[in-house]
């Protein structure tokens, strides 16, 4: 069992002093990842609803926005040695795969093989138009998205003819550090978002989840892998949390259901509450060591 944060990190609080704290804090604090949010912008009412809250409504606070990803990972990767990186989630269908493919190989270069892809279809309609995206089809289109960036990550020679996309043959350099390729990790809970993750995945993420949920979907899993011929348990399962606490004394419990890591939220993003709020994780970082022991 692993801990890491889910860091929807934002404007104008996030400070590049702060990030640099941020992210060295969580290596000393003994933490194993951080996983950034992405929405490249925001809109003051939505008629799309949000899945990660109970009633549906995305909040943010006024003249703020998420920090981009690309820019703000690599960042990171200069001020830390060993701390992993995500993407909790990267909406793949709304961006184009060749960027991607390069962007994140890039990143997996200069951390050192300590990027973590998780990959999502998005839930806001209104997000894919202002970025020219067709809405409709996305987990189709995703599914080949990501097969254009497998060849550019894995072959020499990257070629990929399908509906939505077409590569003709070419080179990308530099490949990522990790072996085969970077690590994918699909989110979402619906079975089409579980049949991605066993298809093209090395692990899956869900948000929000409790222990008996946790177990429920890891069973759906282990169906679906023996099924497309691989082994059951051999996905990576990351559950991220934004709205219920979680108690160092669920750790064991969640772990049980069969999840290998837990990102804990940071919220209160300011350098007032840094400190305090990293030393308040060490009963988590305890709580999952002992699960290892």
């Known amino acids: 069992m692993k801990i ?26 003994g933490l194993d990842s951080l996983w950034m949010g992405e929405h490249v912008v925001m809109f003051e009412r939505y008629e799309s609803r949000y899945p990660g809250s109970a009633d549906g409504a995305f909040r943010f606070p006024e003249m703020s926005g998420l920090l981009d990803m690309t820019a703000t990972l690599g ?46 279809v998005g839930w806001s309609w209104e997000e894919f138009e202002a970025c020219a995206a067709p809405w409709e089809r996305r987990g189709a289109r995703c599914d080949e998205y990501l097969e254009v960036m497998r060849t550019l990550w894995v072959d020499e020679r990257s070629a990929f003819e399908g509906e939505f996309y077409r590569l003709p043959e070419c080179l990308m350099y530099p490949k990522p550090v990790q072996s085969p390729m970077v690590p994918v990790t699909v989110g979402g809970h619906s079975p089409g978002a579980l049949r991605r993750a066993v298809r093209y995945g090395a692990g899956w993420y869900g948000i929000n989840l409790s222990p008996a949920q946790v177990r429920e979907k890891v069973a759906a899993l282990d169906r679906l892998l023996e099924a497309e011929g ?22 064991a419990e969640y772990a049980d259901a069969g999840a ?14 840094l400190d305090r709020y990293l030393g308040s994780l060490a009963p988590f970082v305890e709580a999952a060591r002992a699960c290892a022991a």
């Open 4 to 29: 890491g944060l889910f860091a929807p990190l934002r404007s104008p609080v996030c400070t590049p002093e702060l990030l640099a704290d941020l992210g060295r804090g969580a290596e000393e604090a």
């Open 75 to 120: 960042f990171l990767a200069a001020h830390t040695k060993t701390l992993r990186l995500g993407t909790g989630i990267r909406i793949l269908p709304q961006a184009n795969p060749v960027y991607t493919a390069k962007e994140y190989a890039t990143l997996d270069f200069i951390s050192g093989g300590r990027i973590d892809l998780g990959v999502g």
């Open 230 to 251: 691989r082994a059951a348990g051999s996905l990576r399962i990351v559950v991220g949390s934004t709205l219920e606490p979680i108690a160092p004394a669920d750790i």
């Open 260 to 273: 290998n890591e837990i990102l804990l939220p940071f919220v209160r993003q300011s350098h007032k509450w």
